[in-house]
């Protein structure tokens, strides 16, 4: 078994090409969805919810199995410098965006998490 980071080979298991289910920090209880998308713009506000302050905001359109458009594109919080028509993955968790921003009360559920190579 190879360990990257802290995730296993046994941690992730591949449902369908563009989805992925997790186990965030070893805990077998804890299972959140990971889907891919691309960026297809960013936002930009003058008055937005406390908890986006200092968070960068991107338009991503999620991607089904196959590579197309899966629904309509999605607000995201962005702290790993995407760019513009870059393919990311980015959580499905509200409880663990809820995390990421420090706050219970946030109006967001879609956040960056890596940059597939």
Not at 10 to 27: C, I, L, Q, T
Request: net charge positive; hydrophobic share 35%.
């Amino acid at each position: 078994m190879t360990n990257v980071g802290c995730w296993s080979q046994r941690d992730v298991a591949v449902n369908e090409p563009a989805r992925v289910s997790v186990r965030f920090g070893g805990s077998p209880n804890r299972e959140s969805k990971v889907q891919l998308g691309r960026v297809v713009g960013r936002a930009t506000s003058t008055v937005k919810h406390p908890t986006l302050r200092g968070w960068r905001l991107l338009v991503v359109q999620l991607l089904d199995a196959k590579g197309g458009p899966d629904g309509e594109p999605q607000l995201t919080i962005d702290d790993l410098g995407s760019g513009l028509g870059d393919t990311v993955m980015i959580t499905t968790d509200g409880a663990a965006v809820r995390k990421m921003v420090g706050s219970d009360n946030t109006p967001l559920r879609y956040a960056v998490i890596g940059i597939p190579d």
